[in-house]
């Protein structure tokens, strides 16, 4: 994933939180995990929380009843690393009345800002006792306990060998519940989970600090992914998101010791009984083959939609951006996509004024958003991020102008997203409903296309999959009528 890309996908807001039942039965610690960013970034939480659930913590929502917080942070968006800092002075705040209560609170800072920030996290907020990167969260109960034996604060930042996710443990699912014994509630997944397969990135895109905070690529084996992918299934979860910062690029050891492709990996997991629905992200254009776009044809699990960034459409802006292929081997990529599937729908990252952007690049990008026309885009404006090759390259562009060209593109995205969105009614498409509403007896789902589908129904529908006639559309989301019972995976 490219390190300008998107934040979360609309069915989340910036930051999330972790949260569970808690045990009051036993004197078990409680967690409060707080996440910042991307996909991956919720995939790692839920993975540290079930280790720290393993260690005897329990998960809640408010941070001021935690013994330990853990932040864990995302350096996508401008100035992250402030914002970093701005919320610790909330959490040492926190931490004083917990004390002055006869309390403890650890605090840790995980994720892509703990990578890139290191040592200085705890130099500019003494209030860290931990601060831990995104291939060492899987000895987070580990460090914790030695930097609360300790007394000082810790750092790693370092990459590991051994593999993170061997060492985590398996995912929870629903065990039998045992009359008359205390204990936690069993509690089912929801029915959209996401499921990293890759990290790391080897592209080094000149704008991008992923390669420097998730290392070089790793793809994890398929025995691994399947087994982890059966639990999420049984434990109710009907479809699943493959997550990697450039996931097309997969290439895990299958059982054989054979690479597979994420084409394989797709058609591996399409076979577990109950999984109804497969998506993956993020892409990039070099590492589409001809096997995952025959999937997108031939998979019936593999949903009709896919998010493949183009960043920008001069060959110029491209070259030095370090993107490694053109505009128009971009455009030919869609093409090829869009014969095996006509129906498939396209959303990308883009970014505005890159150092030495000139009028007519600019117009270029407008060019490829016309020509191809996007279901949903990701639009920024281009930031430094030190250490990066671009963040010191002289010809920065004017804010203003970066503004203007924000504001003009994304026009014309908003343009193409709310008539993508207004082309689905009349349609009847199959939905699977993911959760309540906000009014009573509504229920939200998603469409194969990802849009948000809002309609009436008993909530014994959410997590099936359920035929939908389309009545209305807005730039956001769908809404319509049941027309038909769940039909099956």
Same mark, same amino acid.
């Not at 926190?94 to 995980?110: L, Y």
């Not at 705890?122 to 460090?143: C, I």
């Not at 505009?327 to 150092?355: C, H, N």
């Given at each position: 994933?490219? +390190?300008?890309?998107?934040?979360?996908?609309?069915?989340?807001?910036?930051?999330?939180?972790?949260?569970?039942?808690?045990?009051?039965?036993?004197?078990?610690?409680?967690?409060?995990?707080?996440?910042? $960013?991307?996909?991956?970034?919720?995939?790692?939480?839920?993975?540290?929380?079930?280790?720290?659930? /393993?260690?005897?913590?329990?998960?809640? @929502?408010?941070?001021?009843? =935690?013994?330990?917080?853990?932040?864990?942070?995302?350096?996508?968006?401008?100035?992250?690393?402030?914002?970093?800092?701005?919320?610790?002075?909330?959490?040492?705040?926190?931490?004083? @009345?917990?004390?002055?209560?006869?309390?403890?609170?650890?605090?840790?800072?995980?994720?892509?800002?703990?990578? =890139?920030? $290191?040592?200085?996290?705890?130099?500019?907020? !003494?209030?860290?006792?931990?601060?831990?990167?995104?291939?060492?969260?899987?000895?987070?109960?580990?460090?914790?306990?030695? *930097?609360?034996?300790?007394?000082?604060?810790?750092?790693? &930042?370092?990459?590991?060998?051994?593999?993170?996710?061997?060492?985590?443990?398996?995912?929870?699912?629903? $065990?039998?519940?045992?009359?008359?014994?205390?204990?936690?509630?069993?509690?089912?997944?929801?029915?959209?989970?996401?499921?990293?397969?890759?990290?790391?990135?080897?592209?080094?895109?000149?704008?991008?600090?992923?390669?420097?905070?998730?290392? /070089?690529?790793?793809?994890?084996?398929?025995?691994?992914?399947?087994?982890?992918?059966?639990?999420?299934?049984?434990?109710?979860?009907? +479809?699943?998101?493959?997550?990697?910062?450039?996931?097309?690029?997969?290439?895990?050891?299958?059982?054989?010791?054979?690479?597979?492709?994420?084409? %394989?990996?797709?058609?591996?997991?399409?076979?577990?009984? $109950?999984?109804?629905?497969?998506?993956? &992200?993020?892409?990039?254009?070099?590492?589409?083959?001809?096997?995952?776009?025959?999937?997108?044809?031939?998979? *019936?699990?593999?949903?009709?939609?896919?998010?493949?960034?183009?960043?920008?459409?001069?060959?110029?802006?491209?070259?030095?951006?370090?993107?490694?292929?053109? /505009?128009?081997?971009?455009?030919?990529?869609?093409?090829?996509?869009?014969?095996?599937?006509?129906?498939?729908?396209?959303?990308?990252?883009?970014?505005?004024?890159?150092?030495?952007?000139? #009028?007519?690049?600019?117009? =270029?990008?407008?060019?490829?958003?016309?020509?191809?026309?996007?279901?949903?885009?990701?639009?920024?404006?281009?930031?430094?991020? !030190?250490?990066? !090759?671009?963040?010191?390259?002289?010809?920065?562009?004017?804010? %203003?102008?970066?503004?203007?060209?924000?504001?003009?593109?994304?026009? &014309?995205?908003?343009?193409?997203?709310?008539?993508?969105?207004?082309?689905?009614?009349?349609? &009847?498409?199959?939905?699977?409903?993911?959760? =309540?509403?906000?009014?009573?007896?509504?229920?939200?789902?998603?469409?194969?296309?990802?849009?948000?589908?809002?309609? #009436?129904?008993?909530?014994?529908?959410?997590?099936?999959?359920?035929?939908?006639?389309?009545?209305?559309?807005?730039?956001?989301?769908?809404?319509?009528?049941?027309?038909?019972?769940?039909?099956?995976?």
């Amino acid at each position: 994933m490219d +390190e300008q890309s998107r934040l979360i996908e609309h069915r989340d807001p910036d930051t999330h939180t972790m949260s569970s039942q808690t045990d009051t039965a036993d004197m078990r610690k409680r967690v409060h995990v707080r996440t910042y $960013g991307c996909q991956m970034n919720v995939y790692d939480s839920e993975r540290m929380t079930e280790a720290l659930d /393993a260690a005897g913590y329990d998960a809640c @929502d408010n941070p001021a009843d =935690a013994d330990l917080v853990v932040l864990n942070t995302c350096h996508i968006r401008e100035k992250a690393a402030e914002k970093v800092y701005s919320e610790l002075g909330r959490v040492r705040q926190m931490q004083a @009345d917990r004390r002055a209560d006869g309390k403890d609170m650890q605090v840790v800072v995980a994720g892509c800002v703990a990578q =890139a920030e $290191g040592a200085e996290i705890t130099r500019r907020a !003494p209030v860290v006792d931990l601060v831990v990167g995104p291939q060492s969260y899987h000895r987070l109960p580990e460090l914790v306990g030695e *930097a609360g034996a300790s007394g000082r604060a810790i750092v790693a &930042t370092d990459f590991e060998d051994d593999e993170k996710f061997a060492a985590l443990p398996a995912r929870p699912v629903p $065990g039998p519940s045992v009359p008359g014994k205390a204990g936690k509630p069993t509690i089912r997944r929801a029915p959209s989970a996401f499921l990293t397969v890759q990290e790391g990135c080897d592209k080094f895109c000149t704008f991008c600090v992923v390669p420097y905070t998730r290392g /070089a690529e790793f793809s994890r084996p398929v025995t691994e992914i399947v087994t982890e992918a059966k639990r999420l299934v049984s434990a109710g979860v009907r +479809e699943l998101t493959l997550l990697g910062q450039n996931v097309n690029a997969y290439h895990g050891l299958d059982e054989t010791g054979t690479s597979a492709t994420l084409a %394989e990996l797709l058609d591996r997991l399409s076979a577990i009984e $109950g999984l109804a629905r497969l998506r993956y &992200t993020t892409s990039h254009p070099r590492d589409m083959d001809d096997a995952l776009i025959t999937a997108h044809r031939d998979n *019936a699990k593999v949903m009709p939609y896919l998010h493949l960034p183009f960043q920008a459409g001069s060959d110029g802006i491209l070259a030095a951006m370090n993107r490694k292929h053109t /505009a128009q081997e971009y455009l030919d990529l869609v093409g090829r996509i869009r014969t095996a599937r006509p129906d498939l729908a396209l959303s990308t990252d883009i970014i505005v004024g890159f150092p030495g952007e000139s #009028d007519a690049d600019f117009d =270029a990008t407008l060019a490829i958003v016309e020509d191809v026309v996007f279901a949903q885009a990701y639009s920024f404006k281009y930031s430094p991020r !030190p250490g990066t !090759p671009a963040a010191s390259i002289d010809d920065q562009v004017p804010e %203003e102008v970066k503004s203007d060209r924000l504001q003009r593109l994304q026009r &014309t995205l908003f343009a193409q997203q709310t008539a993508f969105n207004a082309s689905k009614v009349g349609a &009847t498409m199959p939905v699977l409903f993911e959760r =309540a509403g906000k009014h009573p007896g509504q229920l939200v789902g998603r469409s194969p296309w990802l849009q948000a589908v809002h309609a #009436d129904g008993p909530p014994s529908l959410i997590g099936e999959v359920v035929e939908v006639s389309i009545d209305g559309a807005t730039t956001n989301s769908l809404s319509g009528r049941i027309n038909a019972m769940p039909r099956a995976a």
